[in-house]
């Protein structure tokens, strides 16, 4: 799909986005720099903005005639979520900034995370953890890499079995009863963003993800990537989890054995909770992406 040169021009596009439109910002930004979505825990920056901007017209040009799914393109045009569901055209998936609430209180742990999605399967994916400086990579038929060498990545499974769940899932009292009985899992709120939760994950330091609502630039990067590492995600239900699911649930885990045990002791009873399982996002502009992933 991506020549070597093609890759090297995405990966030199995240480092000069984070050079021209993020960096100058961290630590930097005034109030009228800084915007809400849907609500006050939905935070969006001019330097958000700027890099999405950037990386559109960058990744089209490297690769002319894709589709582009970016989180603030998303926030006007929800049907872009629709591109997922054809399998003609190469499309990009892209975060700006997965963590803008660090980078807007002007901590590490955030970052650029991009994937190529091609007929069905991601074909690419790329995180740029910006403080760090930390490329972590993967092209389908090569290996993971970070910052260009072979990632070392944690095989041994040792119990208790370490997570995180998403942070608005982590609220229910359900969380707190289930944590009192599951001696041989420890579950935390995944306050981290992705594109450190995933790398937790990839590196063996947790064992497992779990979340409910999932858009696509939040979680397909990582689950690329993990994958590629022997994980496997499904949905709640044990199926296999699709791309283009929002709303159904996500459980990643490094191994069957962790994901039975995921499934069994957290996901079961959580799947009896009427008011979990109608846990959603799809408000305001986000009620038009649910019908145009229905619609099609």
Request: aromatic content about 10%; overall charge neutral; hydrophobic content about 40%.
């Amino acid at each position: 799909m991506l020549t070597n040169q093609q890759k090297r021009d995405v990966e030199n596009l995240l480092k000069n986005t984070a050079e021209k439109c993020i960096k100058p910002f961290f630590k930097n930004l005034n109030d009228s720099d800084i915007s809400f979505k849907t609500s006050k825990l939905d935070p969006v920056s001019i330097a958000d903005k700027q890099a999405e901007s950037l990386l559109h017209t960058g990744l089209l040009s490297i690769l002319p005639k894709s589709f582009f799914i970016g989180e603030e393109l998303f926030a006007d045009r929800p049907e872009i979520l629709n591109f997922l569901n054809q399998k003609d055209k190469p499309v990009w998936i892209v975060d700006p900034i997965d963590g803008t609430d660090n980078f807007i209180s002007g901590q590490a742990g955030f970052g650029i995370m991009v994937c190529l999605f091609f007929s069905g399967e991601i074909v690419a994916s790329l995180f740029y953890e910006i403080c760090s400086n930390q490329l972590t990579t993967y092209y389908k038929g090569s290996q993971i890499t970070i910052n260009g060498k072979s990632a070392i990545t944690k095989t041994r499974i040792t119990r208790p079995f370490i997570g995180h769940i998403g942070k608005k899932l982590y609220r229910f009292p359900e969380i707190q009863n289930i944590k009192k009985i599951t001696g041989d899992i420890n579950i935390s709120s995944a306050d981290s963003p992705s594109i450190i939760t995933y790398h937790q994950l990839l590196t063996g330091k947790i064992d497992f993800l779990i979340f409910k609502v999932t858009y696509p630039w939040d979680h397909l990067p990582g689950i690329a990537i993990v994958t590629q590492n022997g994980a496997i995600s499904t949905r709640w239900d044990g199926s296999p989890f699709q791309f283009s699911d929002i709303s159904t649930g996500l459980v990643v885990a490094r191994n069957k054995e962790i994901l039975d045990t995921v499934l069994e002791k957290i996901i079961t009873p959580l799947s009896q909770s009427q008011a979990i399982l109608e846990m959603n996002s799809f408000k305001t502009a986000n009620s038009i992406a649910l019908h145009y992933l229905q619609k099609y």
